[in-house]
């Protein structure tokens, strides 16, 4: 490969708006018969994709990567099937691209509608899961969108293999097969230059470490789509009679289920009130399970095993086996904790009130809030978008868990009859 990278970036930038502008014309039954195309392929070249993958694995045992994150880079054939059915779910739900937001007729007769459209261009930023590769690619093509891929130089075999597999099913439908690109070399230098592509890519998201995100917005003159941190809580409110179990149980799967992931609780957060019964229960049973335990004066107080948690706690995402631990006063406090220290990813109220599970629905300004429930749910295959680019801790313009209805923006159409102003 050349190492002209500055021709070579522009050149998937200009690639990929012209797969785009393509994208934008074809109908839902053409991409979706194009995903599931994709997934048959994906299923075809099973012992090929395993071939590649256990290239991977390999560099990955020769560069001692951490046992969980090898298990995350690693391919079986049951894993396999599950992207491809994931592809499959994409395809099969409702289009995205040409729905009328909002519609209305003007009194001088002028019809106003507004319309979803694709974005045009995406560049992601992933980690080191080679389903993600397949999931993002399905969702642009859901959408309309092309993508440039940028994945983690761990999963490079695996990843550009996938894309391969995309991109012959791509040219068997005639549709151009730079509407999903892969970027073929790890070297760093490239990601500054990339970034500055705004003449062709309309939205970067990077999806990984803090550090990266950070690097990624400070660099880009495209815009982002952040998602920096997964700083969740739990709010045990005093109205939980009858539900001590579930509280036990929700903590639990909350911070175990999966507990280096984003939507992984990070702080409990106890009411005064039922905070001496409930509290120890919760963290003994943790702690069973290999927490270890931080708390705050009264929580020590409670569970003497807990360690003093420090004023930099609270703003700690651990992804580990670390959980901090608060007694507060009232519904308020624990709001007014959330805000200032949580990421505004995910977070939960576990109550039988229903008028105190509104108020922190209204009052917590986080994407996703859970009442009664794990935060692990905060996900786009549990939110039934199939899957997931990535989930913004943003604003604007998505929030939250993003499917292929989030890689959408819409336009004004408005239809008159030989109308002049």
């Given at each position: 490969?050349?190492?002209d990278?500055?021709?070579y970036?522009?050149?998937?930038?200009?690639s990929?708006?012209?797969?785009?502008?393509?994208?934008?014309?074809?109908?839902?039954?053409?991409?979706?018969?194009?995903?599931?195309t994709?997934?048959?392929?994906?299923?075809?070249?099973t012992?090929?994709?395993?071939?590649?993958?256990?290239?991977?694995i390999?560099?990955?045992?020769q560069?001692?990567?951490?046992?969980?994150?090898?298990a995350?880079?690693?391919l079986?054939?049951?894993?396999v099937a599950?992207?491809?059915e994931?592809?499959?779910?994409?395809?099969?739900?409702v289009?995205?691209?040409?729905?009328?937001?909002?519609?209305?007729?003007?009194?001088?007769?002028?019809?106003?509608?507004k319309?979803r459209?694709?974005?045009?261009?995406?560049?992601?930023?992933?980690?080191?899961r080679?389903?993600?590769?397949?999931?993002?690619?399905?969702?642009c093509?859901?959408?309309?969108n092309?993508?440039?891929l940028?994945?983690?130089?761990e999963?490079?075999?695996s990843?550009?293999?996938?894309?391969?597999i995309?991109a012959?099913?791509?040219?068997a439908?005639?549709?151009?097969?730079?509407?999903?690109q892969f970027?073929?070399?790890?070297?760093?230098?490239?990601?500054p230059?990339?970034l500055?592509?705004?003449?062709?890519?309309?939205?970067?998201?990077?999806r990984?470490?803090?550090?990266?995100?950070?690097?990624?917005?400070?660099?880009?003159t495209i815009?982002?789509l952040?998602?920096?941190?997964?700083?969740?809580?739990?709010?045990?409110d005093?109205?939980?009679?009858?539900?001590?179990?579930?509280?036990?149980?929700?903590?639990?799967?909350?911070?175990?289920?999966?507990?280096?992931?984003?939507?992984?609780?990070?702080?409990?957060l106890?009411?005064?009130?039922?905070?001496?019964?409930?509290?120890p229960k919760?963290?003994?049973?943790l702690?069973?399970?290999?927490?270890?335990?931080?708390?705050?004066?009264?929580a020590r107080s409670?569970?003497?095993?807990?360690?003093?948690?420090?004023?930099?706690?609270?703003?700690?995402?651990?992804?580990?086996?670390?959980?901090?631990v608060?007694?507060v006063?009232?519904?308020d406090?624990a709001v007014?904790?959330?805000?200032?220290?949580?990421?505004?990813?995910?977070?939960?109220?576990?109550?039988?009130?229903?008028?105190?599970?509104?108020?922190f629905v209204?009052q917590?300004?986080?994407?996703s809030?859970?009442?009664?429930?794990?935060?692990?749910?905060?996900?786009?295959?549990?939110?039934g978008?199939?899957?997931?680019?990535?989930?913004?801790?943003?604003?604007?313009?998505a929030?939250?868990?993003?499917?292929?209805?989030?890689?959408?923006?819409?336009?004004?159409?408005?239809?008159?009859?030989?109308?002049?102003?």
């Amino acid at each position: 490969m050349s190492s002209d990278w500055p021709a070579y970036v522009q050149n998937l930038g200009k690639s990929a708006r012209r797969a785009s502008q393509q994208l934008a014309t074809l109908t839902d039954a053409v991409r979706s018969r194009t995903l599931r195309t994709i997934a048959a392929a994906l299923r075809d070249q099973t012992a090929a994709l395993l071939a590649e993958n256990a290239k991977d694995i390999e560099a990955a045992k020769q560069a001692e990567l951490a046992a969980p994150l090898i298990a995350r880079l690693q391919l079986t054939e049951k894993k396999v099937a599950a992207m491809a059915e994931g592809v499959e779910q994409i395809a099969a739900q409702v289009d995205p691209v040409g729905q009328t937001i909002e519609g209305y007729n003007r009194p001088n007769g002028l019809r106003i509608e507004k319309r979803r459209v694709p974005l045009g261009v995406v560049l992601f930023f992933y980690e080191s899961r080679p389903n993600v590769t397949s999931d993002a690619a399905a969702l642009c093509i859901k959408s309309g969108n092309a993508i440039i891929l940028r994945g983690g130089k761990e999963a490079f075999h695996s990843n550009r293999k996938i894309v391969q597999i995309v991109a012959d099913a791509l040219k068997a439908s005639e549709i151009d097969p730079a509407a999903v690109q892969f970027v073929e070399s790890t070297d760093r230098t490239l990601v500054p230059l990339l970034l500055k592509q705004d003449k062709y890519i309309d939205l970067v998201i990077p999806r990984g470490g803090e550090s990266l995100i950070r690097l990624v917005v400070k660099e880009s003159t495209i815009p982002v789509l952040k998602h920096f941190t997964g700083n969740c809580h739990i709010y045990v409110d005093k109205a939980t009679a009858g539900m001590e179990q579930q509280v036990v149980d929700i903590c639990l799967n909350a911070k175990l289920s999966y507990t280096a992931a984003c939507n992984a609780v990070e702080h409990l957060l106890f009411h005064k009130d039922v905070a001496p019964a409930l509290l120890p229960k919760v963290c003994a049973a943790l702690a069973a399970k290999g927490v270890e335990i931080r708390g705050d004066d009264r929580a020590r107080s409670l569970f003497t095993a807990a360690k003093a948690a420090t004023p930099e706690d609270w703003d700690t995402e651990y992804l580990a086996l670390i959980a901090g631990v608060k007694v507060v006063d009232s519904l308020d406090e624990a709001v007014a904790h959330i805000n200032e220290h949580g990421s505004h990813h995910t977070d939960a109220i576990l109550t039988t009130d229903l008028s105190a599970a509104n108020r922190f629905v209204q009052q917590v300004d986080s994407a996703s809030v859970m009442i009664n429930s794990s935060t692990r749910f905060a996900d786009g295959g549990e939110y039934g978008l199939g899957a997931e680019i990535g989930i913004s801790t943003d604003k604007m313009h998505a929030r939250g868990p993003m499917g292929a209805m989030d890689l959408t923006t819409y336009k004004w159409v408005v239809t008159g009859a030989g109308h002049v102003r």
